[in-house]
T-cell receptor, first 112, second 110 residues
Framework: DTAVSQTPKYLVTQMGNDKSIKCEQN?????MYWYKQDSKKFLKIMFS???????INETVPNRFSPKSPDKAHLNLHINSLELGDSAVYFC???????????FGSGTRLTVV | QKEVEQNSGPLSVPEGAIASLNCTYS??????FFWYRQYSGKSPELIMS????GDKEDGRFTAQLNKASQYVSLLIRDSQPSDSATYLC??????????FGTGTRLQVFP
């Protein structure tokens, strides 16, 4: 059983398109996150939700909009995709503040 | 100054040797510390967590924390080629997010 699952695994799209990435966790965790990993492997937090409530919103362009319909799901919608959005996007979850995360398998987004 | 700093490597060690990976952090209020292993093309996997000063051992892995020096390290004993990966240090400052270093690439050669 996959603990944190993301879809799709790969996404290739043209500039200007709108796309969504979905994440689901079956660990019963209260907190979920979106991280972006760039080509130099740097992982940077984008958003965090705790039990459907947005608690962290880092300096991210407004084109990125997260949504959490329930505490087991966290989606990321991206409008007007740009070349610089190309990266691997990881979903993660944690049980308690200060605990380590469990990461999903990642979505490799390529904007052409 | 980056919040979490690691030497990018690669750190090359022979099979059977001890690999020593280091990490420094800038925020003295940091409370919990983690080491993740990330194989190429895969997601980060939590291998060690440490919350108080001193050493914590788990199998071949030992995490060391020195809050006074703002320093965390990971020792891998009896290194194996399968340990070749990027090791990410992560720090929690008491907020609900982890700050990651850029990782150290470890290469274990037979």
């Amino acid at each position: 059983d996959t603990a944190v699952s993301q879809t799709p695994k790969y996404l290739v799209t043209q500039m200007g398109n709108d796309k969504s990435i979905k994440c689901e966790q079956n660990l019963g965790h209260d907190t979920m996150y979106w991280y972006k990993q760039d080509s130099k492997k740097f992982l940077k937090i984008m958003f965090s939700y705790n039990n459907k409530e947005l608690i962290i919103n880092e300096t991210v362009p407004n084109r990125f909009s997260p949504k959490s319909p329930d505490k087991a799901h966290l989606n990321l919608h991206i409008n007007s995709l740009e070349l610089g959005d190309s990266a691997v996007y990881f979903c993660a979850s944690s049980a308690l503040q200060g605990n380590g995360y469990t990461f999903g398998s990642g979505t490799r987004l390529t904007v052409v | 100054q980056k919040e979490v700093e690691q030497n990018s490597g690669p750190l090359s060690v022979p099979e059977g040797a001890i690999a020593s990976l280091n990490c420094t952090y800038s925020d003295r209020g940091s409370q919990s510390f983690f080491w993740y292993r990330q194989y190429s093309g895969k997601s980060p996997e939590l291998i060690m967590s440490i919350y108080s000063n001193g050493d914590k051992e788990d199998g071949r892995f030992t995490a060391q924390l020195n809050k006074a020096s703002q320093y965390v390290s990971l020792l891998i004993r009896d290194s194996q080629p399968s340990d070749s990966a990027t090791y990410l240090c992560a720090v929690n400052r008491g907020t609900d997010k982890l700050i990651f270093g850029t990782g150290t690439r470890l290469q274990v050669f037979p």
